[in-house]
């Protein structure tokens, strides 16, 4: 029988098949690795205790501390008390309950999104979960990864399995070339889709990315795209393993090696979807006109071209009254009057990081466009590298002195801006060029405006002082 | 273990689509390390100005829609962040059900786990509860059908959820009756759920 890439890794992860005398629809599936980090696992661990239960498999439990830590220097202690408890009750949980930890003195810190493939636990055909949405980052890899609640944390601490009702196969076939790979990255190219399909566009299913593009990109653009899979309110983002995902993967820290790795290849040389294989449902993207994108409103299909005017709230909603008064809502949030060119709006802060967009790959790409060049006088810049290793690595490459020259702010890896629970946060009524992936209301701090885009886009914004096309200068 | 039992209530109408989970609790309240006491700062941001005075103009700081149990939204309710505190946030606030055209599927999971119940139902129906937004309305999950009124309108749930929030079953102890199928799948499986340094 003819299978997607996805129904061979869930098949393959069936414990126990649905019980049909019950008529109950959910399947048990094994899950291969478990992600957990300080802000989704507190209750879970708490629930084990009360109960008396015991984490069924340490050895595939990772732990790290990512989304409330202070990115300034990690020699003086946490000033926020509450962020200060959390991290330490991770600490306890992890051991007392037996689980390897990457806390803050770590050299392999970082956000957990960055840290798994980096540390070779992410591996093609796996199951993975973690109780964070951008789980879907992994599936870069050709692992069905997805983010859970704080209850079914607690169920795959208990069990290392999931109740689970199957996804449907959404194939997103991305067509044509881009006219320019330095301009128009991996995170237009998601930003694209999720403006043509609508942030719910993925509800139910998981997204298959396909064609020629996408087996040209490297492992790091490969898991900007997967990661905002969720943005698009998809269950997971897949891509098909390749070499590049061998190579990238190839002596990572928890890969065995020798026979055992060999062993490894064999099975991933089945993981791609049959030909003829057939999907529920399927886009094509043509990325052959595609530019670079920016967002304008309050969710990431509110995006357009940054050859664009910002739209009028008639001609985004299409008659559709439910969109309009979001629209109207957004412009009002975001204070940008329609009909203008996005280029003429002015932005006060620029960060570059986030578990989409904080890898080596996005800041040397960042640094191309920063290099001789300075922060505009108006703009407050930030890069926090996504791990320490990412930041080690880019500074063995001097890539931190060319922030750094140029009035970038050069922090230590976490979560950050991106979602503002530690103390980096927008002022109300601040404007942020992001790399990140949310443009929620309030994301990045209470009144803060986010603009999402890419990693060179946000570059070019921190030296011009507003939107800036960043096609001019690659 | 708390059951889903037969509910009747008004709604409270928040005509909004893509109400993402970083509205429904935003992330200031996600450093807390215990399940209770989220529902003061459901919706923070909408319900308070940064003095932390009440605004007047959100539906629920009306102190008509006080005690209602049930919450009827429009389209993609839930989006964003995997963040349980959400629904936390909805049912320590009162909310036993959620009434919407479509849920984001991790908060409709985690819905479930806390035995709220979130319905779908067709726009045209969701319109005609906006527009008799007192009306009375009883929900019977048993029967799967929501009463309001004279109108019946029937509304589908999958069978599995459908189990958990009647039986309120403890799932995780249901799993761990299957010890040795989890044990014969991890025997036969040695590649991937086994790692070496």
Redesign the interface.
């Known amino acids: 029988m003819k299978k997607t890439l996805f129904e061979k890794i869930w098949d ?1 992860h069936i ?2 098949p649905q019980d049909k005398d ?5 399947y ?1 599936l ?1 899950i ?1 690795r478990h992600l957990i980090h300080e ?2 696992s ?2 879970a661990f ?1 629930s084990l205790r009360l ?1 008396n ?1 015991k984490v ?2 340490p ?2 439990t990772f732990a790290t501390m990512d ?2 830590v202070p990115t300034s220097d990690r020699s003086l202690p946490i000033l ?1 008390e ?2 200060s ?2 991290i330490s ?1 991770l600490n306890d949980n992890c051991k007392e309950f037996g689980i390897k930890l990457y806390d803050l003195h770590s050299p392999y810190q970082g956000i957990v999104h960055v840290i798994g493939p980096e540390l070779g ?1 992410t ?1 093609p ?2 199951t993975i979960v973690c ?3 951008h789980t879907s980052t992994h599936g870069a890899f050709g692992a069905f990864a ?7 944390v ?2 795959v601490l ?4 999931l ?1 689970l ?1 199957k ?1 449907k196969n959404f194939a997103v076939n991305f067509i044509g070339r881009r006219k320019n790979i330095h301009a128009i990255t991996a995170k237009d190219m998601v930003l694209y889709l999720i403006r043509k399909i609508g ?2 566009g993925g ?2 299913s998981v997204l298959e990315y396909r064609g020629e593009t996408i087996s040209e990109l490297s492992m790091e653009q490969r898991m900007t795209i997967c990661n905002m899979s ?1 943005e698009a ?1 998809a ?1 997971a983002g897949l891509i098909a393993p390749d070499e590049i995902t061998i190579s990238y993967l190839k002596g990572r ?2 890969l ?1 090696q020798g026979n ?1 790795f060999d ?2 290849l064999d ?1 991933w040389k089945e993981l791609v979807t049959d030909d003829d294989s057939s999907f529920d449902m399927a886009v094509d993207i043509n990325l052959q006109e595609l530019a670079p994108q920016v967002t304008w409103g309050t ?1 990431p299909s509110m995006t357009i071209d940054i050859t664009d005017t910002i739209p009028y709230p008639d001609e985004y909603s299409q008659g559709n009254e ?2 309009k ?2 629209a109207i ?1 957004s412009l009002e949030y975001m204070g940008i009057e329609a009909g203008i060119p996005i280029t003429s709006i002015p932005v006060d802060r620029v960060f570059i990081g986030s578990c989409t967009n904080s890898r080596l790959d996005d800041l040397v790409e960042a640094s191309i466009v920063v290099r001789g060049r300075k922060v505009s006088s108006k703009v407050r810049a930030m890069v926090v590298p996504g791990s320490q290793q990412v930041k080690f690595a880019a500074e063995k490459l001097g890539i931190d002195k060319i922030f750094k020259e140029a009035g970038f702010e050069w922090r230590e890896s976490g979560c950050s801006m991106c ?3 530690n103390p980096d946060i927008l002022s ?1 009524k601040e404007r942020c060029a992001s790399t990140s992936n ?1 443009n ?4 990045q701090g ?2 803060g405006r986010t603009h999402l885009v890419s990693p060179v886009m946000a570059a070019a914004a921190a030296i011009k002082g507003h939107f800036f096309d960043v096609r001019e200068w690659l | 273990m708390k059951i889903f039992k037969t509910i009747t209530s008004q709604a409270v109408p928040l005509p909004l689509v893509n109400i993402d989970t970083d509205q429904i609790i935003p992330k200031q309240f996600l450093k807390l390390i215990q399940k209770t006491g989220f529902g003061k700062f459901l919706f923070y941001d909408w319900r308070y100005d940064s003095e932390g005075n009440k605004k007047d103009d959100f539906v629920l700081n009306n102190p008509k829609y006080n005690n209602r149990q049930i919450l009827l939204t429009l389209d993609n309710f839930g989006s964003g962040s995997s963040r349980e505190h959400a629904v936390w946030a909805i049912s320590d606030y009162g909310f036993k059900i959620i009434i919407a055209p479509s849920f984001a599927d991790i908060f409709y999971n985690n819905c479930i786990k806390n035995c709220v119940l979130p319905i779908i139902l067709s726009k045209p129906h969701i319109q005609l509860l906006f527009d008799n937004e007192d009306i009375m309305i009883t929900v019977d999950l048993e029967k799967q059908q929501i009463t309001a009124n004279s109108i019946t309108i029937p509304f589908k749930i999958d069978p599995s959820s459908k189990i958990y929030l009647l039986e309120g079953s403890d799932e995780i102890s249901k799993t761990l009756k299957l010890e040795s199928e989890i044990s014969n799948y991890e025997t036969n499986h040695p590649l991937y759920t086994n790692i070496s340094e």
């Open positions: 393959n414990v126990y019950k008529q109950v629809d959910s048990l094994y291969d802000v989704t507190p209750q708490e109960n239960r069924r498999r050895d595939l989304h409330n926020d509450i962020s408890i959390q009750t636990l591996i055909g796996s109780g964070d949405s997805f983010g859970i609640g704080t209850s079914e607690e169920h208990a069990t290392q399995c109740w009702k996804p942030i719910g509800i139910g969720i309110g269950r820290k928890y065995p055992k062993q490894l099975t969710n439910n969109q008064m979001a809502k979602l503002g629970m109300p949310r929620f209301e309030g994301r209470v009144g």
